[in-house]
């Protein structure tokens, strides 16, 4: 009777061990790996957040900033990138910065300067740094 | 190898597994915008020199009912103009747009709403374009 107990336990406990082998290459593998999914690569997980960039102001004849208020569902940091076409001219800004649910204003300075001499196209690229 | 000796053995493993399983879960979550590019077209008149500096989407909840936008009228340039701000989704399909609205503006700032129909989801929006425009008598369209 003992000695099936002891046996038992020996059992249980090459079981557990073979498992926690099995978890930790597991884990292992999970963390050197790479899974590419709806755009993303080399991340395990992907989480959809809403990102919504609800406002854009230029200021007067001549652009050197873009301020932009914007929001994401999921509470991160992102990078901001603006990108300006005016005519010929093409400029481009960018600044990290943490966004919630509740519209965040981000001025961002923007080389090289235009003029804004044409109908301006001021394109928002919301990332995650 | 005796029991508590296994016990011991195993210990080591599981519990680093299920802490490493745990970091990875908590920080190898990508976050992805669900459109990373949104577009603001802001217009300025050729003949006047008179341009919007300013959109902005006003929502209830996550619907998009009117558009804010703010233009600057030219010295010099005052006369009748247009506005009208349209919305497209990311196919570049028209998806909202507002009526045009034409009235005398003399040199200046102006800030106003234009409500846009049909109201749409601000998630469904990709570009806002937007019109200012002289025209010479109302009505008049962009």
Known sequence: MLAGLRFGGQVFTI????????????????????????????????????????????????????????????????????????????????TTSVLTSTPTSLTIPVSPICNYNNPASVRVRVTQP | MRTK????????????????????????????????????????????????????????????????????ISPGQGGNYVRQVSLYNADGVLVASSSNVCGWRTPGTYSETLAVSPAVSVDSVASVRTCLRRVGTCPATC
């Open chain 1, 15 to 94: 079981i557990l061990l073979l498992f926690s082998i099995s978890v930790a290459v597991f884990s292992t593998v999970v963390a050197v790996g790479s899974v590419s999914q709806a755009g993303g690569s080399g991340v395990v997980g992907v989480a959809k957040a809403d990102v919504r960039v609800l406002r854009v102001q230029v200021p007067g004849t001549v652009i050197s900033s873009v301020t932009v208020s914007a929001s994401s569902s999921i509470s991160g940091t992102y990078l901001v990138e603006v990108f300006v076409t005016v005519g010929a001219c093409s400029t481009y800004g960018s």
């Open chain 2, 5 to 72: 000796e296994l016990v011991a053995l195993a210990s080591a493993f599981f519990i680093p597994s299920i802490v490493l399983s745990v970091v990875i879960t908590i920080n190898q979550v990508a976050i992805l915008p669900n459109r990373p590019d949104t577009t603001y077209y802001l217009h300025r008149d050729a003949s006047t020199g008179s341009r919007i500096t300013v959109a902005q989407l006003l929502l209830t909840g996550s619907t998009v009912n009117s558009v804010r936008i703010s233009y600057v």
